[in-house]
Nanobody, 123 residues
Framework: VQLQASGGGLVQAGDSLRVSCKAA????????MGWFRQAPGKERDFVAA????????RFAESVKGRFTISRDNAKKTVYLQMNSLRPEDTAVYYC?????????????????WGQGTLVTVSS
């Protein structure tokens, strides 16, 4: 499956932004989906994940209560809604797909990756 992330940009602290990830090829509904982010000079970190049906989600502690993840299997798209953005949320955001049945949150467990979209939050 090929993944294409989009929607990044430059926003101010406190603003909201939604990034999207559209899949091509493969059966989208058979993949758990995740969002990760990587700030300059840092490792890629887990942000959020959603199960195949969308009925189960996971979030990193740093984004709980501010970010939501959703998916539209008919559109083969997963979304990350980011509210109350902070400068420390600045990073390249990557979407990833995992074909296993369980909801996973580590980089090594995801098989397919998109190219990333840059989110910059100014103070």
């Amino acid at each position: 499956v090929q993944l294409q992330a989009s929607g990044g940009g430059l926003v101010q602290a406190g603003d909201s932004l939604r990034v999207s990830c559209k899949a091509a090829g493969g059966q989208f509904s058979r993949f758990g989906m995740g969002w990760f982010r990587q700030a300059p000079g840092k490792e890629r970190d887990f942000v959020a994940a959603i199960s195949r049906s969308g009925g189960d989600t996971r979030f990193a502690e740093s984004v709980k209560g501010r970010f939501t993840i959703s998916r539209d299997n008919a559109k083969k798209t997963v979304y990350l809604q980011m509210n109350s953005l902070r400068p420390e949320d600045t990073a390249v955001y990557y979407c990833a797909a995992d074909p296993s049945f369980t909801l996973v949150t580590s980089v090594s467990e995801y098989h397919y990756w998109g190219q990333g979209t840059l989110v910059t939050v100014s103070s």
